[in-house]
């Protein structure tokens, strides 16, 4: 597996860096440690840019200890440009098959530059992408895996049941039922007619949570699994299982659909990957997903 880890000076890369590194990750695993350093834009200084060069070093050196200590193959590389595209670029020139990057704070302005960056690099990355937030503590790390039927749900079961966790590590899946037709209610549809699609739309959940199941208990991983009546949006009901379970982890799939489906499901994911008070992978499972 290869990993990129892009870092700054912020205590939420270093935070991102020590999460990363503690996990147990598959054999022959390799870790890319990258700055991205902003041209100065219409004006030169070249003390500033020195200083600023400088610091970068400084961070990827910090943040590669944590790496090399943990026994993983580690290079490092200052980059020069506008973060959210250098970031994106190096995973493609690197074949990376995860970009591990902090969250900072998400209020205010803070808020701002996360969007900026995160949410860049998690939509237009052609890997895998987690937002690494605050350090689990020393209970054993809480996964919860969210899916639905598609063909990228599944994706991401294979990635978690794929690579190693921590001694103890739980794991719960959940599944949020989702209207065929929310829109279509009486007298469009009959109240037969919409149970019947009720009736599917469970189906579909519970099939989802199966097949994530079986995936999983393959590799050896046992786990709970909950499906959740949609009496909010998707966003909202896994925010808040993750809230309530305590999660460390949230881990979905990112859809490869196209139009307008792929607008309202990629939404969730991001919202997620914004919005979770803990960490947030968004599993891709090739290039073009």
């Known amino acids: 597996m290869k990993i990129l880890v892009a870092v700054d000076s ?78 994106v670029r190096e995973a493609e020139d690197a074949q990376a098959d995860f970009i591990v990057i902090g969250a900072h704070s998400t209020h205010g302005v803070m808020q701002f530059l996360l969007g900026g960056v995160a ?5 237009l990355a052609p890997c895998s992408v987690e937002i690494v937030r605050r350090n689990p503590g020393p209970e054993p790390l809480k996964i919860l895996l969210a899916v639905d039927d598609s063909e990228c749900s599944k994706a991401a079961a294979r990635s978690v049941a794929g690579r ?32 019947q699609l009720r009736g ?29 009546v949609p009496a909010a949006t998707p966003k909202e009901l896994i925010l808040s299982e993750a809230a309530e379970w305590a999660a460390d982890l949230i881990v979905v799939g ?18 997620i990957a914004l919005h979770a008070q803990c960490s947030v992978e968004i599993i891709r499972s090739h290039p073009d997903s």
């Open 254 to 271: 990112s859809h490869g659909r196209r139009g307008v489906n792929h607008l309202l499901l990629g939404s969730v994911s991001e919202a």
């Open 10 to 87: 912020s205590q939420a890369s270093m935070v991102a860096a020590r999460e990363a590194a503690a996990r147990p990750w598959p054999a022959g695993t390799t870790v890319r440690v990258v700055s991205v350093v902003e041209p100065l834009q219409g004006w030169s200084v070249p003390e500033i840019e020195e200083a600023l060069h400088r610091s970068a070093c400084q961070t990827i050196q910090c943040a590669a200890e944590h790496f090399k200590q943990a026994g993983l193959a580690t290079s490092t590389a200052v980059l020069i440009g506008d973060p959210k595209h250098v970031i």
């Open 119 to 123: 949410r860049a690099v998690a939509r």
């Open 200 to 228: 599917k739309d469970m189906q579909r959940a519970q099939e989802a949570v199966s097949s994530a199941e079986d995936i999983l208990y393959e590799a050896g991983i046992q786990a709970s699994s909950t499906i959740a």
């Open 164 to 195: 190693p966790w921590p001694a103890g590590a739980c794991f719960r899946i959940l599944s949020v039922i989702e209207a065929s037709a929310p829109l279509l209610r009486p007298p469009y549809f009959s109240e037969e007619m919409m149970e």
